[in-house]
């Protein structure tokens, strides 16, 4: 059993391209205190990169938390991206490669998925999205 | 932050310094096909190896800025993708398919000297002079 993330981090404010950047930097540093390798920080900043410009494209702001759990045998960070825009009508296309309503390559959220060990996604038409990152020092998911 | 860009012979060198925002990226893609146009260039080399990410938006671009080039008969190399960045664009599921790479800029210049020896005709058939008196 993983411990639960005790540790929550002030939420970033996603509201332009710029916080797309310190979101990544963000997490990137986050995740090296819980003595995260190289190579699972750059998929876990490439996810969040992912992750916060879907907020900027489709919601136009919202926020990002880091939650951390380092109490346990290994450690691991969450990330919430939250935002309250126009919700996503069918997410199980939207988790489909090459899907997208804005003719680009639809990659952004089927890739953050396979970046990360756990990924759930929660959207309301009209009310907003939500998308929750995990990852574990020790990656659960096969490489 | 503006990507600096040096010409080095009939190339011109892009060395990204710092992360880049999406702004940065297009500023970087429309510098580097107005400048193809003015002057003698017969590529560009883009070295990405302080970027710690290279996610859709990004790889978006490059394909962009290489398929740009091709059509204005100029060649583009990318040098420089880190290990931890080319095994998280496998991952999203974004390659650079079509698009020269190389180990960093060294290797990059490498290519370049070899191609530019290159005056057999199988090597003008695979990539065109851009001006007649070469
Ligand atoms: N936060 C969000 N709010 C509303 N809709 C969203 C949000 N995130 C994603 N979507 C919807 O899901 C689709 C798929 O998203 P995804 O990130 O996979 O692809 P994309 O953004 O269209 O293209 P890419 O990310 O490859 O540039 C989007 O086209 C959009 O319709
Ligand atoms: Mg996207």
């Known amino acids: 059993m993983a411990a639960p993330f005790e540790k929550y981090l002030e939420p970033l404010a996603i509201e332009g391209e710029r916080d797309i950047v310190s979101a990544r930097e963000r997490v990137r540093d986050a995740a090296r205190g819980l003595g995260f390798s190289a190579v699972e920080l750059t998929l876990l900043a490439t996810a ?16 990002i938390s880091l939650r951390l759990s380092d109490s346990g045998r290994n450690p691991g960070i969450e990330v919430v991206a939250e935002d309250r825009g126009p919700g996503i009508e069918n997410i199980e296309l939207a988790l489909q490669d090459g899907y997208s309503t804005r003719r680009s390559l639809g990659m952004g959220l089927p890739g953050a998925r396979r970046l990360v060990d756990e990924f759930q996604i929660e959207s309301t038409v009209g009310k907003g999205t939500r998308v929750i990152l995990r990852k574990w020092k020790t990656s659960t998911k096969a490489a | 932050m503006e990507v600096p860009i ?14 880049l925002s999406d702004q940065d990226l297009l500023a970087l893609q429309q510098r580097l096909s107005a400048l193809t146009g003015t002057q003698e260039v017969r590529g560009v080399v883009i070295d990405v190896t302080v970027l710690d990410v290279l996610d859709s938006y990004a790889v978006r671009i490059l394909r962009m800025i290489s398929e740009v080039l091709a059509l204005r008969g100029a060649r583009t190399i990318i040098a420089g993708i880190q290990p931890e960045v080319a095994l998280a664009m496998v991952r999203l599921g974004l390659g650079l398919e079509g698009v020269e790479t190389a180990l ?14 290159s005056r057999s005709p199988e090597g003008r058939s695979t990539w065109p002079p851009l001006s007649r008196n070469t």
């Open chain 1, 48 to 63: 969040v990169s992912e992750i916060a410009r879907n907020i900027i494209e489709y919601a136009g702001h919202g926020t």
């Open chain 2, 104 to 117: 960093d800029l060294e290797d990059a210049m490498e290519k370049i000297a070899r191609r530019g020896k």
């Open chain 2, 6 to 19: 040096l010409k080095q012979g009939e190339y011109l060198i892009a060395s990204v310094q710092v992360a």
